[in-house]
């Protein structure tokens, strides 16, 4: 399906679900909660916060569709949505988001894993756990970045409107967020554990 | 062989592009180093390791659970959009009392029917079935029905608006 198709179809459902067709609201949102929910799930830790945000991300969007005017890919208003509800809990949260650390002076072994813990190592069955688990140690705006390039395949650009990051600055935090992320598996755990 | 290594964002843009992202020197480096392709290996682990992650599942009700917080008004709208037609039938029932049914009487009697029950309001609703009996009810039942059609549709479109401007319901 080429981009135009996919926006024609984007913009049949939504004009759907604006004529009050509630079957249209669910196939949008079974279209998009992936995607909801990688954000989510990436930016919230708290497990009892995330339901609920991914609930109200979609309030918003079901709110916002009659003021959609189709200038962005639908995947990525819902994206941006999705992000920046999270930023306004972590905010009222309190928690320090990645520019609290400060780009230019950023250092990967200021920010670098712990110490191996054998215990740990035990618990962790595979590449995709491990790498979950310290995922969640990174600062969020890498968590989602890391996310939205390889889980919802999307491009420098998307990711950019989404974070509204310029495209070059999407691109140096993926390559350090990889960075981190493999030389704190590293620091964890033995070669044969990852890599084989 | 070229000497040096690749960086790990060359390994980053080759893993991402393909050789074509990488300067063609890079490209043959890696194509004979042994110790560069162990490190795009490792790197492709991770990326696999990214690809497949998992554990973002919703519970199974979630859009049924998001649509009934947001469908309710919509239903609720639907009911009073039912204020028309039944305003409607209840004008056409006016019309045909008006024409077909001699009135003398009949709300009094009607009333007056449930003193049988009531004993303690016997008096007040005596009183108030006089009172109708009293009343040319004839001319005024028109008028009254149209008045109260008027009046739903005022404040069910006015406080449709209201909430309208709340919530973005359905429209």
Redesign the interface.
Known sequence: MDRDEGMDDDRALIEKI???D?GA??EF??QY??LV??IV?RMIDNTTDR?DI??DV??GL?????DFRFESKVSTWVGRVAYYRCINHLEKMKTPLFGDLGDEDWNLDDVAGSAPRPDDVAESRD??A???EE?GKLPEQFRVI??LY??DQMSYHEIAEIMKLPEGTVKSH??RA??L??RR?AARYR?EE??? | MELNHLT??QI?EYLDGGAKRIEQGAAEHLAACPVCRAAV???R???????????????PD??????R???PA?QSRSRFLLIYPIAAALLAAAFGLYFFVDLAGFYGRIIGSFSLFAGFEDAVVRSLAALLDGLNLKGNLVVASGAILLVFAVLERLFFNLRRGK??F??
């Open positions: 604006l004529v009050g509630s609201f669910a949102i079974a909660q992936r929910s990688h799930f339901e991914c609930q979609f309030i079901f709110r916002g569709l009659k590449v995709s491990r790498v979950r995922i890391l996310t390889h889980l993926l390559f990889r960075k992320l493999k598996l070669p990852l890599w084989n | 790990e964002d980053q290996a490792e790197y682990a991770l990326y696999q390791g990214l690809t497949d992650d998992t554990g973002f599942d919703l519970p979630f859009a049924a659970s998001v649509i917080q947001v469908v919509a919530v973005m359905f429209a």
